[in-house]
């Protein structure tokens, strides 16, 4: 039923020498288009997921010990919070690692809250467990409480050499957050 002129006979369907009709042409071309559409759409919705630029420079705090003598405190920030970093003396390490452990109401050893080979080196948290209010101890002169490490005077919780609760309602020991050593001196936290 072809027109012998080489015109289309009208009703009929055209195809191409490979066999593809102009109608599928125009829905893979839709398809296409609808993906790149879509991508644009969801791309900037992702991305302003992201953590902006001061969320992320305060992830992570870099902290360098060279300077804490024994028995020495100091205070730094790790993610708006107080954070201690104190150099234990043999005499404090001896004292924490006498404690029985199985008497602690949260049972932690001195070499579990400490890195291997820095034992001397005791990172924690300055929120105390209880109602996160800041304990006393890691400035000059500051009371240290009863067994040594730390005390808050809000409601009478105090923490041994080993930032472990020994007295007063705090429910757990002071947080040791993630760290890892970048030289001998310097901690990353977080």
Do not use: W
């Amino acid at each position: 039923m072809a027109d012998t002129t080489g015109d289309a006979i009208p009703g009929t369907v055209t195809v191409d020498d490979d066999g593809i009709r102009r109608r599928d042409f125009i829905n893979v071309a839709a398809i296409a288009a609808a993906g790149v559409g879509g991508v644009s759409v969801l791309l900037p919705l992702i991305s302003q997921m992201a953590p902006s630029a001061d969320v992320l420079a305060e992830s992570s705090t870099e902290v360098d010990t060279a300077a804490i003598e024994p028995g020495q405190a100091i205070k730094a920030v790790f993610r708006k919070q107080p954070l201690f970093v104190r150099r234990l003396t043999p005499q404090e390490i001896q004292i924490a690692n006498a404690v029985d452990v199985g008497s602690l109401r949260d049972p932690q050893t001195l070499e579990e809250r400490t890195k291997e080979g820095h034992a001397d080196l005791l990172i924690t948290m300055g929120v105390c467990t209880h109602l996160g209010c800041v304990p006393l101890g890691a400035a000059e002169g500051e009371p240290r409480g009863e067994f040594g490490g730390y005390f808050c005077p809000c409601h009478g919780s105090h923490y041994d050499t080993a930032a472990r609760i020994r007295k007063g309602p705090a429910p757990k020991n002071l947080e040791v957050p993630e760290y890892e050593f970048t030289s001998d001196t310097v901690v990353k936290v977080g």
